[in-house]
């Protein structure tokens, strides 16, 4: 595809059940109805298909090995709909430990990548380090539709991530994520989703890349996730952000407004990388 033809890109922002099978058929139906209103990309929240269970500790979880059921079910869904998927991430069983792991597809349902999330919080509610191990490193494919990087949640507000992934050639960045509102905790810091937001615009902003942020909505225990999954532009315009309810969304961005962002202002030839030795200690 020319770097100036649109590329239509599928948000998927759903709630969950405490029923597997449910939510696994719910994100079919839905990526379905993203591929049918014309999305080349699409991408599923965080842990889509179980509840988010992390926000309690000594929940009993069944981690699944990639390729298995799971990943099975949506390379098939990628090869009919005919699209490439993030398949937001499932809780993955590998080499006697679990990682938070995302999965990317072809449009003929071959895994072209597969990332652990590597930034793991353990904070109240937000009990991910007693499930997941971190993930090593960052991966970047090369499809025709652009070279996308998943990224998950935690992940976010982590400007290294998002550079490491447009220094390997990211376009778009894909962040499955599962954040929201804590019963009883009163943000005393200021608004936590207008943070959220504004730190990925940064990522987008300093790195000339597009970043999509996929999150999911709906009441869990003591969790209200707020959805407002959002798409901005690589100078950080914001061209679509979702309310608080489940939807399909199809949005389209210009990859080539990247080489232009970065031509005129230089924010990657400009860099310094012999003067940033602090931030590898």
Same mark, same amino acid.
């Given at each position: ?13 759903m709630?969950?059940?405490?029923d ?37 500790e000594?929940?009993? $979880?069944?981690p699944?090995? #990639? ?18 998927? $993030? ?31 590597? =930034?793991?919080p353990?904070?109240? =509610?937000?009990? @991910? ?6 993930? +090593? ?8 539709? +652009? ?16 550079? !490491?992934?447009?220094?390997k ?9 599962? #954040? ?17 937001e504004?730190?990925?615009?940064? =990522? ?12 999911? !909505? ?15 532009d ?5 061209l ?9 969304? $199809? ?6 407004? +990247?080489?232009?962002?970065? @031509? ?14 602090p931030?590898?200690?």
């Open positions: 595809m020319p770097a100036s033809s649109p590329v239509k890109l599928g948000i998927v922002q709630s969950m059940s405490s597997k099978g449910a939510n696994l058929a719910k994100a079919l139906r839905m990526i379905g109805e993203a591929a049918t209103t014309g999305a080349n990309i699409v991408c599923l929240p965080e842990l889509f298909s179980s509840t988010y269970f992390p926000q309690r000594g929940e009993t $979880v069944s699944e090995p #990639i390729p298995g059921p799971t990943s099975r079910t949506l390379s098939r869904t990628a090869s009919s709909s005919k699209v490439f998927l $993030v398949g937001g991430s499932i809780l993955e069983r590998a080499g006697g430990r679990s990682y938070n792991t995302s999965i990317v597809f072809d449009d003929r349902g071959r895994i072209i990548a597969k990332y652990r999330k590597v =930034h793991v353990y904070d109240s =509610h937000y009990y @991910e380090k007693s499930y997941f191990s971190p993930g +090593g490193g960052y991966k970047v494919v090369a499809t025709r539709f +652009g070279n996308l990087a998943p990224l998950i949640c935690f992940d976010q507000w982590y400007p290294e991530a998002a550079r !490491v992934c447009r220094l050639g990211a376009q778009v960045l894909f962040y499955p994520t599962a #954040i929201g509102w804590v019963k009883g905790i009163e943000p005393v810091e200021g608004n936590w989703q207008e943070s959220w504004a730190v990925q615009r940064g =990522h987008a902003i300093a790195n000339s890349v597009v970043v999509c942020a996929v999150n999911r !909505v709906g009441a869990e225990g003591e969790m209200t996730f707020w959805g407002g999954s959002f798409v901005y690589q100078f950080g315009k914001l679509f952000r979702a309310g608080g309810d489940e939807g399909v969304f $199809v949005v389209e961005v210009d990859l080539s407004l +990247g080489g232009e962002v970065e @031509e005129g202002w230089g924010f990657l030839r400009n860099r310094r990388p012999s003067t940033y030795g931030i590898s200690r």
